[in-house]
T-cell receptor, first 113, second 110 residues
Framework: DTTVKQNPRYKLARVGKPVNLICSQT?????MYWYQKKPNQAPKLLLF???????READTFEKFQSSRPNNSFCSLYIGSAGLEYSAMYLC????????????FGPGTRLTVL | GDSVTQMQGQVTLSEDDFLFINCTYS??????LFWYVQYPGEGPQLLLK?????NKGISRGFEATYDKRTTSFHLQKASVQESDSAVYYC?????????FGAGTKLTVKP
């Protein structure tokens, strides 16, 4: 099974409220990623876990948090949603290392009102 | 930092036309390069990849060649079909932090 699952598929949030998105995989991959995708823009890497080590991109460091309670699950947390957070959020997993392909979930579409 | 450039946002072709999607990259080392394809309602999925060990990747009639001299990784297909309609992403992975191009939406008319 090469499925990456994301919950929920659609999320409506209010400005200033927290948001928690969930991703899971059963491939025993050591690396899990979160991307933000806005229309007409490239998917932007927000952060990734290599095993238990979290790596966050410098320009989004303070905007997103994440946790990985076990190998299979990874969450993306927004403490206080703003309108600019409206986007598609893609989760992916892979074996660590630059030569390995990523397996993507279908995405969670977040709309902040 | 690492970056990937795809200038063609949209491409419209007819069946059996030749496909060429431009991709150039910038990095300080020798990355692995990928093409991913995304169909509506799904996440991106691997189409092909190329490492420094093998200069060309081929899959499902698509091919891409890793050109270190011009730092390019263009995607080609000799004869497209309607089922090839999708968004195509060029991706660079240098340090386990994959970078995506903006994507090219391909529409193939029957």
């Amino acid at each position: 099974d090469t499925t990456v699952k994301q919950n929920p598929r659609y999320k409506l949030a209010r400005v200033g409220k927290p948001v928690n998105l969930i991703c899971s995989q059963t491939m025993n991959h050591d690396t899990m990623y979160w991307y933000q995708k806005k229309p007409n823009q490239a998917p932007k890497l927000l952060l990734f876990y290599y095993d238990k080590i979290l790596n966050r991109e410098a320009d989004t460091f303070e905007k997103f948090q994440s946790s990985r309670p076990n190998n299979s699950f990874c969450s993306l947390y927004i403490g206080s949603a703003g309108l600019e957070y409206s986007a598609m959020y893609l989760c992916a997993s892979s074996v660590g290392g630059r030569s390995y392909e990523q397996y993507f979930g279908p995405g969670t579409r977040l709309t902040v009102l | 930092g690492d970056s990937v450039t795809q200038m063609q946002g949209q491409v419209t072709l007819s069946e059996d036309d030749f496909l060429f999607i431009n991709c150039t990259y910038s990095t300080t080392w020798y990355p692995t390069l990928f093409w991913y394809v995304q169909y509506p309602g799904e996440g991106p999925q691997l189409l092909l990849k190329v490492t420094t060990a093998n200069n060309k990747g081929i899959s499902r009639g698509f091919e891409a060649t890793y050109d270190k001299r011009t730092t390019s990784f263009h995607l080609q297909k000799a004869s497209v079909q309607e089922s090839d309609s999708a968004v195509y992403y060029c991706v660079l992975n240098n340090n386990n932090a994959p970078r995506f191009g903006a994507g090219t939406k391909l529409t193939v008319k029957p």
